[in-house]
């Protein structure tokens, strides 16, 4: 039978996600709602004020012509104006394409065509060049985030029909562009003869309306849209809120990539909660914004997670001596106390004793370098090592793991502060059904399930059964109603003595151990046993050559050097002692370079495209076969 929590209360879910907005406002006006950087401090924007600003914008996109359903695209990374401009597109009762801002211009003219997006948020320069090169003839218009329209461009002062920048061709060329200020212009001005326009656009809206097409960026072939209507976003934010793990008084960090479902689903909680979001998708920035913000919760991929413990456990080895004994020491003593509290058993006297030592002299530094106030952080996209969550909680900083998809518009399992289970990804989120199928797969049901696939309606069957079953491609296990993911069912290796290996699992587990690694690629298809592909992390290993005379080498240098291959070596034992004999890894290459979302390598959500990479060194992966 399926695992199914109560549903969420049907009478308190919006009708959509401009209600929700509007409600939001109306609710809570004055608070705060939004805090970005200005200059060397941040600034807060309250609800009644962000309202303002998106009336504007919505109005203006009313004003190029912009009808309900069309779809109007940002191209853009992280920042207060990608919030702006998607709330804006929903009160205009249109849908948001998202496109990440690293997309090459094939793809985006791709996505643009495919979607029949009619408006562009373009973030810079750049980005606009992507979009007014492409061949897209039902372009009206491109709106700039940064900057102003070149001279002859469709500015201000044009009717909106004018040619793109110099140096454009195709399709597009017949598009205006035009600045962010000159949008919301004409927004005011259409507000001031047509009061009601926005708010009528929002009347008109209703659980089925389309409200997003996210495009999977996808580990092989053509992305695929995902259609996410606006029950989709209403159910993550009130199912979250029925789960009661935040309140209006918490303070988000916020620097997830928007164009990524995670990105959005936040945005859909802070609405039906009311809490404030600090944004920024600087990611070179989040410890050092962590330390001003002081926010209470943040979320994030696990890469994230694992840079901050290698980053951390470097530190104190470089300081050497007593401090990182008692570093050791420290976390000898919280990791106990994590595995007693996971096994449901009391600390004994001394144990917390022992405990509040190792918070005074480590544990609370740390905390207080991620601002002092972080009630809990959550890890999604996609899986987190054991060791690592095992880290954090020993820290006194709880990570609840989560699961979902584009395809699940976000959350559709996650861990609870009061109950959070080491390994599992929680239970599901009130309202969502969820079965185990005879061959592993993780079946789920529910209103966070996509519409459809857009335009692929061969494809959307393949995944999506008639009753509402969405099969999900992961392989895992139910215990006590939490779920735990072992593998993507796509992924698993079978070797030519016809063992299973799962990589997701040896993978995780190496980027634990091994601090100065970046990427590791499990491989062994119908080979006789399972290599690896290994690249560095290039801020690490330069630390770790300093330290061990190998200093002003750079990162490719280092790559080819004996000293780093016996290493990493040492970490290859290392993990093959925590696994079975079939899964070990027998050898490996440290390749050149860290993989990159520039050459294909990486989804712009940091999922390694397995079989891309394989290809691009498959003469290396073959020598290590040969005896």
């Not at 420290?330 to 106390?337: E, K, P």
């Not at 509040?356 to 544990?363: N, Q």
């Not at 593998?487 to 601090?515: H, M, N, W």
């Amino acid at each position: 039978m399926p695992t199914m929590p109560a549903m969420p209360t049907a009478e308190k879910q919006s009708a959509s996600f401009g209600h929700l907005f509007r409600d939001r406002v109306a609710s809570t006006p004055d608070a705060e709602a939004f805090r970005r950087k200005a200059g060397a401090g941040w600034e807060s924007t309250t609800w009644a004020q962000t309202k303002s600003h998106v009336y504007e914008v919505a109005a203006g996109l009313i004003a190029l012509g912009v009808e309900s359903e069309q779809r109007v695209a940002i191209a853009s990374g992280t920042r207060l104006e990608w919030i702006l401009a998607d709330l804006a597109i929903t009160c205009a009762g249109a849908a948001t394409t998202t496109v990440y801002p690293s997309t090459a211009a094939e793809e985006v003219e791709y996505i643009l065509a495919d979607s029949g997006s009619v408006v562009v948020f373009a973030e810079d320069a750049s980005q606009a060049a992507k979009v007014l090169g492409a061949d897209l003839p039902g372009l009206v218009a491109v709106v700039l985030i940064e900057g102003s329209p070149a001279a002859g461009s469709g500015g201000a002062g044009d009717s909106g029909s004018s040619a793109g920048p110099e140096g454009s061709a195709g399709g597009s060329a017949g598009a205006a562009v035009i600045s962010w200020d000159e949008l919301a212009t004409r927004g005011r001005a259409l507000l001031a003869t047509e009061p009601k326009a926005v708010d009528d656009r929002i009347d008109a809206l209703g659980p089925e309306s389309l409200a997003t097409l996210i495009y999977t960026s996808g580990t092989t072939g053509r992305p695929k849209g995902v259609r996410l209507v606006h029950e989709n976003w209403t159910y993550e934010g009130l199912a979250v809120t029925e789960l009661g793990i935040l309140r209006a008084d918490d303070v988000q960090y916020l620097w997830l990539p928007l164009s990524h479902v995670f990105g959005k689903m936040l945005i859909a909680i802070q609405l039906q909660i009311g809490f404030a979001s600090a944004v920024d998708g600087d990611l070179t920035k989040i410890v050092e914004n962590l330390g001003v913000v002081q926010p209470t919760f943040m979320a994030g991929a696990p890469r994230i997670f694992e840079k901050v413990r290698a980053k951390v456990t470097l530190t104190s080895e470089g300081a050497g001596g007593l401090k990182s004994k008692i570093f050791n020491w420290a976390f000898s003593v919280g990791l106990a106390a994590s595995r007693r509290r996971q096994l449901k058993q009391p600390l004994t006297r001394l144990h917390g004793i022992q405990l509040a030592i190792a918070d005074k002299l480590v544990f609370h530094k740390i905390r207080a370098v991620m601002g002092g106030r972080i009630r809990f952080f959550v890890s999604g996209s996609a899986a987190l090592s054991r060791d690592v969550s095992e880290w954090f909680d020993a820290a006194g900083l709880t990570v609840l793991e989560g699961y979902g998809m584009t395809e699940t518009s976000a959350a559709t399992f996650v861990n609870l502060p009061r109950d959070a289970r080491i390994g599992t990804v929680g239970p599901p989120l009130p309202g969502t059904e969820v079965i185990i199928a005879s061959d592993g797969e993780i079946l789920v049901r529910g209103p966070g399930v996509m519409r459809g696939y857009h335009n692929l309606p061969g494809a959307t069957e393949e995944v999506l059964t008639v009753d509402g079953w969405l099969h999900t491609g992961d392989i895992g296990e139910l215990a006590d109603g939490f779920l735990k993911i072992t593998d993507r069912k796509k992924d698993l290796i079978k070797t030519s003595g016809g063992k299973y290996v799962a990589p997701q699992k040896i993978e995780g587990i190496f980027k634990a151990v091994c601090p100065y690694v970046s990427q590791i690629i499990v491989h062994g298809e119908s080979r006789k046993f399972i290599s690896a592909m290994i690249t560095l992390d290039p801020e690490a290993i330069v630390e770790w050559a300093a330290a061990n005379g190998l200093g002003g080498k750079s990162p490719e240098d280092l790559t080819g050097d004996p000293a780093v291959r016996d290493m990493i070596s040492g970490y290859i034992d290392e993990l093959n002692s925590k696994l079975e004999r079939w899964e070990t890894i027998k050898r490996f290459v440290i390749l050149a370079r860290d993989l990159t979302i520039e050459d294909g390598e990486l989804t712009p959500s940091m999922k390694v495209r397995r079989k891309v990479v394989e290809k691009q060194h498959m003469d290396q992966l073959d020598k290590l076969y040969v005896d």
